[in-house]
């Protein structure tokens, strides 16, 4: 433990600790604006400037990147300190826009907060014209260098988080952006649409197209039928946008929220999820007993298939060909769903509210995303958007009663609530596979050894004599040292290591995806990956081929596990693209 003092009071701290984290200890605040819990810190902003008492006198370091060491006397605030972050801010702010009403971070901006912690209410340098393009090349990411203030953090986040490289700095001193490599756009960059960069950043630099204009004109159109579906870790992220206790689930509130919004039927995509083991599983088990492309990766992951189609051409007919819960249950509703309502699929108004980003480029990724006829899912939210239709409509979420789903779509077992988590995937799976193998139900029914925030996980699970050996893989940096040894194994016609790998592009996995609030942390993704496992275990059912309405859709409409009709519109198909789109 190092034992130092801040503002006079003794603080004792692990070895490596930063002053900025020391000072949290004993109530204090140090403002900062590139500094983020879940980043490396990189000292880029300078507000974070404390004192350093010594035998020499005071000298100016950065608290969130320097680490305390022993009998360290720390001052945090005086004249001089405060001068300087006033300063540091007001030639921030002569370079960025003052249109905060029109911002959609506007209340939930961390330089706004900055700007009125420090009292700023008049300019304290001439007015800057940027004049840099805004970059909407994506359908889905928008990044608008006007607003960026260089902090660095969707840099680190790109870079040093995801292993991507698609954001660097380029230009030098005042001429300095923040953008793709080479100065081309994010169309033509390696970007996979995480949105990691985007919920790291403290301003609405990097931000994304917000699809909810109009909505509530088309929920009004009697031409429709509206249709809404929430992502397994929706429920446990949204309270937050509301004040409520971090983690907590909010299924129920979720559902009468969508009611109060307008939608005549809401479903949950959990169904999907439970959809998605039985094709995935029976898929797996197809693989390795009749000699498929093993180990076989899944495919829930649209930031993991934009990464696999541009990087690893050599390991698309290892991907499962199931198609991911958002897509199941858009193809569910515009068939299964319509045939028993009487609608054409072109009457329906169907919205998948998701935790990630890249979910609005998977809806429209190839021709198999409209395999009913017409695009299976008309609309993509992420959980902040869904936030901001719940703000305008008036809605008092805290205070909701908890609803219910509808039936045929709605109903899921424990096993479709956790795929929110890193790990949950492969578990749900297991416990389908296993009983698809020995008929009997696996026990117990938890997994643990897959759950965690370890980088890549490995275990061996011993199926009635067969072993399968699985591995879990999160955040997308670390897929390259299990795709190095899956091509290894091949080359030297090797047993595989893995047969099943699960891989989710976000560290956390979907619990901590791009279009979750903002602020997370290791903290924050335990907290949400917590709340779906109570979640599975509250569930009366915790299997995927034990969910009722899951037996019935087979029974009633899709008649088997890779048959005809799941082949038609649950499966999809991959093709290789350039890493970089010159």
Not at 151 to 178: H, P, W
Not at 244 to 264: C, H, N, P, V
Not at 283 to 308: A, H, N, Q
Request: hydrophobic residues 35%.
């Amino acid at each position: 433990m190092i034992n130092l003092t801040i503002n006079n009071k003794p603080v004792s701290v692990p070895e490596g600790t930063t002053i900025i984290t020391a000072a949290r200890q004993v109530g204090i605040k140090i403002p900062s604006l590139c500094h983020c819990d879940d980043l490396k810190p990189w000292g880029s902003c300078g507000i974070c400037a404390v004192k350093s008492i010594g035998p020499r006198g005071a000298k100016m370091i950065r608290a969130c990147s320097t680490e305390c060491t022993e009998g360290m006397n720390i001052i945090t605030t005086d004249a001089e300190l405060i001068k300087a972050r006033r300063t540091v801010l007001e030639l921030i702010l002569s370079s960025h826009p003052s249109d905060c009403l029109q911002c959609s971070r506007n209340h939930n901006c961390e330089l706004q907060e900055l700007a009125g912690a420090l009292g700023l209410r008049r300019a304290g340098f001439p007015k800057i014209d940027r004049s840099q393009p805004v970059d909407d090349s994506y359908a889905e990411i928008v990044l608008n260098r006007e607003k960026c203030i260089n902090c660095g953090r969707c840099v680190t986040a790109c870079q040093e988080m995801q292993g991507v490289f698609a954001l660097e700095y380029n230009g030098r001193g005042d001429k300095t952006i923040i953008g793709p490599v080479g100065g081309v756009d994010l169309a033509h960059s390696p970007c996979i649409r995480c949105g990691q960069c985007a919920v790291h950043c403290p301003v609405e630099a990097i931000t994304f197209r917000n699809p909810v204009k109009g909505i509530f004109e088309r929920l009004d159109n009697p031409k429709y039928t509206s249709v809404a579906a929430i992502a397994p870790s929706v429920r446990a992220a949204l309270g937050e946008e509301f004040g409520m206790k971090k983690g907590e689930l909010t299924t129920g509130k979720i559902y009468s929220a969508l009611r109060e919004l307008g939608f005549k039927y809401v479903f949950d995509t959990n169904f999907a999820a439970d959809l998605t083991i039985m094709e995935e599983g029976n898929e797996l088990i197809e693989r390795i007993t009749k000699g498929g492309k093993i180990p076989m990766f899944t495919s829930c992951c649209p930031g993991w298939v934009d990464y696999c189609e541009k990087k690893y051409h050599d390991m698309l007919p290892h991907l499962s060909t199931a198609k991911s819960p958002q897509q199941m249950q858009g193809a569910m509703t515009k068939t299964y769903f319509a045939e028993k309502m009487g609608l054409k699929p072109s009457e329906i108004f169907n919205v998948s509210i998701m935790p990630c980003t890249a979910k609005l480029w998977e809806s429209k990724r190839n021709k198999t995303m409209a395999s009913s006829g017409a695009q299976d899912n008309d609309m993509v939210l992420t959980t902040r958007e869904l936030a901001m239709l719940i703000r305008e409509a008036g809605i008092d979420f805290e205070n909701l009663p908890e609803g219910k789903c509808d039936s045929l779509l709605g109903d899921y077992t424990g096993a479709g609530t956790i795929f929110g988590a890193t790990g949950g995937v492969m578990e749900a799976a297991l416990r389908t596979a296993y009983f698809v193998l020995t008929k009997k139900e696996l026990g117990p029914v938890e997994y643990k050894p897959v759950r965690g925030l370890e980088n890549v996980k490995s275990s061996e699970v011993d199926i009635n004599g067969t072993k399968v050996r699985v591995a879990v893989v999160h955040q997308i940096k670390y897929v390259d040292q299990v795709v190095e040894q899956v091509r290894k194994d091949l080359a030297e016609g090797k047993e595989p290591t893995w047969h099943f790998i699960e891989v989710m592009a976000c560290r956390g996995g979907c619990i901590a995806g791009g279009g979750q609030p903002y602020g997370i942390t290791d903290e924050l993704r335990k907290v949400r990956s917590d709340a779906l496992y109570t979640d599975d275990e509250r569930c009366v059912i915790r299997q995927s081929h034990n969910n009722p309405e899951i037996i019935k859709i087979y029974k009633d409409y899709l008649g088997a596990p890779l048959g005809e009709k799941s082949e038609k519109y649950l499966h999809t198909s991959y093709e290789e693209r350039e890493l970089y789109q010159y």
